[in-house]
């Protein structure tokens, strides 16, 4: 056995004694180690559980690499560009069970930040908390763990981690935390001075310190709610208001976008619904000053039926929007960009009708055009079992130009998500195959992270012999089977 496999061993012996989280943890995925394959990019986008306050501006960034204290997988709370002081990345979920006042908690978080002094706030509310900018939120955290509360400082790969502790008297019953920077930017001089603008997060937990045999009964039904909740990137309808869809977010190019849903039209089509009228009107009440700049009709129908149907559907409902402002608001058919996208780009669950909408885009710039964004489907590189020793899970060192030129073919530009999963034939034990093929998804994913792509890995797995590609029985299926494959999530952005 090698040296390294050895200090992996002690290492990660080393973790579950120390890091021990406690059975009656309220936090529900606390180390995000389950991850969510979210419709938005049908790509493994954030962890289970986990939703951003901002999610259509400020996506919830986690990573997968060796940096992580607890398991695989750590969240970013880092600021995403440096040029506005205020902004901010939240992070929340809703607890497996409520705090009750009066009750006293233990609450830890595993913390990596390159700033002085440690700051970690959480929040606790009873609802979660959706808002369309980044902006430092107004309401105050409840709880601010600093450098006073620091129980450890450990090591991972020279990254530091502080091991932060507090206990706390719910002051009324909660439900749902909040993490993050509450702190307002503080300016001296015209120049806005950063507090903790970096911090990493790798697990929590919030604990009754009277701990008690079970969590409550409502316990995994929350959990398998939270779980089924599959969007991540946009505010869900049950928050938006008023009821009809409100501007969501302002593009780029100070473009307004307006999500117009299936009750857009009174039954007899004779009029808007009204939850829509103000909406429409602060798009389009500064149009005919800036006439030149067409605005955009863009359908998008999720019907059971096929796809040219679909965009067929999707091309007439935008086109009725359109009919409906020309002879009933005086407009011209030359003012509109009437598409059809059909059954594309899902904003919400595809399990249901939500994502039957019509966006309307009117840019002011008179220069901008929007075009709506196509999501690439996922590519899929296959590592093949010749290129680890036999039976094995280190990889061929002579071999290694071959992996290369595999690897090189993945973008480096930070638009691209990965999962690792390694497979098995249907030879030997259950176990044995799932161990195998979890060792050598490590095994590839550690060489692409030597290689810069540890930041866009989102999932490293092992499936043992399920999903074969070819036949088992025999010699030349077998060694098809047998495969590490990397596929690669295209980002629409």
């Known amino acids: 056995m090698s ?3 050895i200090k992996s061993i002690v290492l990660m012996l080393f973790c579950c004694c120390t890091l021990h989280l406690p059975a009656q943890n309220l936090v529900p995925n606390p180390s995000f180690e389950d991850v969510n394959i979210c ?5 493994p986008c954030a962890p289970s559980a986990w939703v951003a306050v901002a999610p259509e501006v400020i996506k919830m960034k986690y990573l997968c690499n060796g940096t992580a204290l607890q398991g695989q997988h750590h969240v970013s709370l880092l600021l995403e560009g440096r040029d506005n002081p205020d902004s901010r990345v939240y992070i929340q979920t809703r607890l497996l069970c409520p705090m009750e006042k009066g009750t006293t908690y233990r609450v830890r978080m595993y913390i990596n930040t390159d700033n002085y002094p440690l700051r970690a706030a959480i929040r606790f509310d009873t609802a979660f908390i959706f808002t369309e900018n980044a902006g ?9 763990l600093n450098e006073n509360d620091q129980q450890k400082k450990l090591w991972r790969l020279n990254h530091p981690w502080y091991i932060l502790e507090k ?15 509450f702190k307002a930017p503080q300016k001296k001089e015209g120049y806005a001075l950063y507090s903790n603008a970096q911090l990493f997060i790798d697990s929590i937990s919030i604990t009754p310190l009277e701990e008690t045999a079970a969590l409550c009964k409502e316990a995994d039904s929350i959990h398998r709610f939270l779980y089924a909740e599959h969007h991540r990137h946009t505010i869900p309808d049950t928050y938006a208001t008023p009821p009809g869809k409100q501007i969501l977010h302002q593009l780029k190019g100070d473009c307004d976008t307006v999500i ?4 857009l039209f009174s039954q007899d089509h004779t009029t808007i619904n009204k939850n829509y009228n103000k909406q429409i009107e602060d798009v389009l009440k500064d149009y005919h000053n800036s006439s030149k700049n067409r605005i955009q009709l863009i359908g998008y129908s999720w019907q059971a039926a096929s796809e040219e149907y679909n965009k067929i559907i999707s091309y007439d409902k935008a086109k009725a929007l359109a009919s409906y402002l020309v002879y009933n608001q005086g407009y011209s058919f030359e003012d509109f960009d009437i598409r059809g996208m059909g059954k594309t780009q899902p904003r919400y669950d595809t399990a249901n009708g ?3 909408r019509i966006e309307m885009i009117l840019c002011h710039p ?3 055009v929007i075009k709506p964004k196509i999501i690439p489907k996922p590519d899929t590189l296959i590592i093949p079992d010749i290129l680890f020793r036999f039976n094995s899970s280190e990889l061929n060192t002579a071999l290694y130009g071959a992996l290369d030129s595999l690897i090189r073919k993945i973008p480096r530009d930070g638009s691209v998500q990965l999962q690792v999963t390694g497979y098995t034939d249907s030879e030997g034990d259950d176990n044995y195959n799932y161990t195998l093929s979890l060792k050598r998804a490590k095994a590839v994913a550690s060489y692409m992270e030597q290689s810069g792509l540890g930041n866009d890995i989102r999932q490293i ?3 043992g012999e399920t999903l074969p590609v070819a036949d088992n029985r025999t010699p030349a299926g077998r060694k098809k089977n047998r495969r590490v494959e990397i596929i690669i999530f295209h980002s629409a952005d």
Do not use: W
Request: glycine share 4%; with cysteine.
């Open 366 to 368: 008179k220069d901008t």
């Open 136 to 144: 430092c939120l107004s309401v105050p955290a409840s709880l601010e």
């Open 167 to 181: 206990n706390y008297v719910a002051t009324q019953r909660t439900t749902h935390i909040i993490i993050g920077n």
């Open 461 to 463: 797995t092992g499936a």
């Open 3 to 5: 040296t390294y496999v």
């Open 260 to 263: 117009l849903k299936d009750d």
């Open 39 to 43: 419709t938005e990019y049908v790509a």
């Open 354 to 356: 939500d994502n039957n």
